[in-house]
């Protein structure tokens, strides 16, 4: 029978295995064709568009991929689509992980100059937050049809907005 310490050591080593391998996938892919999943990649390798004269087809679309410029990362997200106007929304701001993984909100409200990667096409945007309500309310009901199981309250949705916990980034045209 194994001592307790040679189980712990055992775990040590398996759980440092796990930390070196998740390292070193992050750290490969920054050198990837955009992200993986919801671990961020590389700079995008396809040339950039002109935004299309209208975004109705990113209606109903699950996730798309965006690149911000500076600093360059991509990840994957969330999309709105409302008026012909798209958004993407990024919660959790305050929570402890939120304040740990996510970094990219607060560069791009720094500098928005980003890529927007849809079915293979990659367009020019610029990414503008926004915390006006009047604006908001029609986007956060569309964000809570298509990701949510239980409509949640307006008001309930705006107070995210105003604590800073949900950021809502308008992509408009460079």
Known sequence: MKSPTSFIAGLAKAVAVVAV??????????????????????PFSQSAQPVPASWAFAKDLDTVE???LDPVSARTSWIAEHNNR???????MNSTLGKLWKHWP???EKNGEALL???????EVRMVRTKDSAALRP?????ARKYMPTNPPMESML????????????LVNR
């Not at 998740?22 to 050198?31: C, K, S, Y």
């Not at 798209?86 to 959790?92: M, Q, R």
């Not at 107070?159 to 308008?170: G, I, K, P, R």
């Open 21 to 42: 391998l998740a390292g070193t996938l992050v750290f490969a892919m920054r050198f990837a064709d955009g992200p993986w999943g919801m671990v961020p990649g590389g």
């Open 66 to 68: 965006f690149q911000l």
């Open 86 to 92: 798209i958004y993407i929304p990024s919660g959790y």
């Open 106 to 108: 607060m560069h791009a």
């Open 117 to 123: 990667r849809i079915d293979g096409v990659v367009y």
């Open 139 to 143: 986007v956060l009901s569309e964000l």
């Open 159 to 170: 107070a995210e907005v105003s604590s800073n916990n949900l950021w809502v980034f308008e």
